[in-house]
């Protein structure tokens, strides 16, 4: 069950990402970080191609990793990159999706972000189902904020369509 309060720090939202005025967005990246499509191809649009060039110097990231650039053009200051699991309908999954969002949120921490927003990691091109993935994103992501009470972090669910943000609405308030 998700108190009050931290219901009180989770937003869902349906828009672009690109175009929140939030402390950091992240990107559902791929392993090579060096841009792709979906939420990825439009962040690296909107950031510039100075995105690019910082990326390059990061050499990759793992599954479940998470690492940190500036935001550039970017309203926000900084743009963490993760890369969620291609899904394959084993337990490894959840697992690895769930390290995105811990990650995530530590990396925004040691940074002072305050308010971070995330697309729906890997329910795109990496085929992971929505309603499984949104459970797992709420659940962290609650369970973050319970073990971190004395931080101030303010989280939005940044849903590209509207089924997605139907899924993330009725999950983030049944809890
Ligand atoms: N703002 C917010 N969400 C967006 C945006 C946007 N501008 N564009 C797409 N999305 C949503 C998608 O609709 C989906 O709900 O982001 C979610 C994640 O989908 P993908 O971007 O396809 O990401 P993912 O499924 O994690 O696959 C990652 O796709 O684009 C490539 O380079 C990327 O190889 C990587 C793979």
């Not at 690109?18 to 690296?44: E, P, Q």
């Not at 969002?101 to 929505?130: Q, W």
Request: charged share 20%; net charge negative.
């Amino acid at each position: 069950m998700i108190s009050e309060k931290i219901k009180n720090q989770i937003q869902v939202v349906q828009g672009d990402i690109t175009k929140l005025d939030c402390d950091g967005i992240v990107n559902a990246a791929n392993r090579s970080l060096l841009g792709g499509g979906g939420v990825d191809g439009a962040i690296h649009r909107a950031a510039g191609p100075e995105l690019l060039a910082e990326c390059r110097t990061l050499h990759g990231c793992r599954t479940g990793e998470a690492k940190i650039t500036k935001g550039y053009r970017l309203k926000a200051k900084y743009i963490i990159h993760t890369v969620g699991p291609i899904y394959s309908g084993t337990a490894e999954d959840a697992a690895q999706l769930a390290d995105c969002y811990l990650n995530s949120l530590n990396l925004a921490k040691e940074h002072d972000v305050h308010s971070i927003a995330f697309p729906a990691i890997s329910t795109g091109v990496y085929g992971y189902p929505l309603e499984d993935a949104t459970e797992i994103a709420v659940k962290t992501v609650a369970q973050w904020l319970e073990d971190h009470a004395d931080y101030a972090m303010q989280v939005i669910f940044c849903c590209f369509d509207a089924r997605t943000e139907r899924v993330y609405q009725a999950r983030a308030l049944q809890q």
